[in-house]
């Protein structure tokens, strides 16, 4: 991020996101319990030339995922009758967008570290539905957050091909986003964990 | 399992295993959202053929990255002390080497599922040490249970190959076996998280 823009609910960088309950110091760590090291950050950078051409793509076939799988689009339908809840669908998928930036630029500051953590709270219950004003369920069930990770990088590879870059250089770009959202979700994951227990 | 085996400590399909809190219906959904399908529970099962007869050289290799990284090995120290415990770490060994194989044999019912309820209780301070007698720290901290997916199935990927497979089987074994990680880990870390929101 850092440059202006004018998503809604997209707060980045600004005073309105609390600090992130975990140090630099202890991501530091993480990266090497998932063998995150230069060379992923130089990957996802690369990738970020591929992917910013292709982003509403992309969406379309994460949102499509998400839309055929009953148990998944529920945490965007209505908390009454459970029917999709369209702006909210609209209104988060802006954002997501711009995460797909985000995790390609592969910035590891201060900044980025808080809004990990504004994340996670977003999909826990502590703050669903409260940016959009949305009138949906209460919490995205911990048991899935980690398994899409699969969905999400595995459809993702054919994006990665895209520039024409040689296969072993897109398996390398595919490994670094896996690390990497592996290392964001567990981040976003402390608001359902236990205290003391993260 | 299923045969008898006289390693300490494993009690799969036994009556001293409580019952998961995650149903078998709970697991269909959860491998919709992680892509698990009937082709991965094939190459699962292709790959026990081929990992079976390295199980010692895989977890020298898994050892060896644990007790390479401090802030991974604390787990297997004294509480008091900080020493790492061999006895402790010898008898894990033997029931990790034992998850291999059991992860390859790809049979999910409820004793299955039972079970992995079980290995999450133990990394867990509900059950940590228990199993062994073991004066150690007193919870794997939960921020590197499912980073440490990515070391364990990458450095499996060479062994998944020593049989000759066609370098497309290798792959297929190898994104079944993240999979399968994927969902372990997370049955495992139900007793990490909050009540109501797994
Ligand atoms: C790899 C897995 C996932 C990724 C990368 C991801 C990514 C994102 C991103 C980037 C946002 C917007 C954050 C922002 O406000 O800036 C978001 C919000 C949201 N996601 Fe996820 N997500 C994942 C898993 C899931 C799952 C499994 C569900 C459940 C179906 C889900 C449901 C939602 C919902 C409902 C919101 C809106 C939260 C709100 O009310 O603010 N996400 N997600
Ligand atoms: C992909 C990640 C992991 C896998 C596949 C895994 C696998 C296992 C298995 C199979 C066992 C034995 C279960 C049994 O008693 O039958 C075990 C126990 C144990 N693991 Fe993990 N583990 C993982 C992550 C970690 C991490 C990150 C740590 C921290 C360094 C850790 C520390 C331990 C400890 C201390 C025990 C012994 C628990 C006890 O006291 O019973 N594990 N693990």
Redo the contacts between chains.
């Keep these: 991020m850092n440059e202006p823009t004018a998503i809604p609910g997209y707060s980045y960088g600004t005073s309105a996101v609390p600090p992130s309950p975990?140090t630099l110091a202890?991501f530091e760590?993480?990266k090497?319990?998932?063998?995150f090291g230069d060379e992923d950050v130089e990957y996802l950078r690369l990738s970020h030339d591929v992917v910013k051409d292709h982003v509403e793509a992309i969406l379309d076939v994460w949102y499509g995922f998400v839309g055929s799988?009953p148990?998944?689009l529920a945490s965007f339908t209505g908390k009454r009758d459970g029917e999709p809840l369209g702006d909210y669908l609209g209104a988060v998928r802006e954002r997501f967008g711009q995460w797909i930036l985000d995790t390609a630029r592969a910035e590891y500051d201060q900044k980025w570290l808080d809004y990990q953590h504004e994340i996670g709270l977003r999909h826990?219950?502590a703050k669903k539905n409260r940016t959009d004003g949305a009138a949906s369920t209460e919490?995205v069930?911990?048991?899935?957050l980690?398994?899409?990770?699969?969905?999400v990088t595995?459809t993702l590879k054919p994006f990665l091909a895209k520039k024409g870059h040689p296969a072993e250089d897109v398996e390398k770009m595919y490994?670094a986003w896996?690390?990497s959202c592996?290392?964001q979700?567990?981040l976003w994951?402390h608001p359902?964990?236990?205290d003391g227990?993260?």
């Design positions: 975990v202890d760590l993480m090497k319990s998932v063998l799988n148990h998944l826990h219950r919490i069930p911990f048991r899935d980690f398994l899409l990770v699969v969905p595995f490994l896996v690390k592996l290392l979700m567990t994951t359902y964990v236990k227990d993260f």
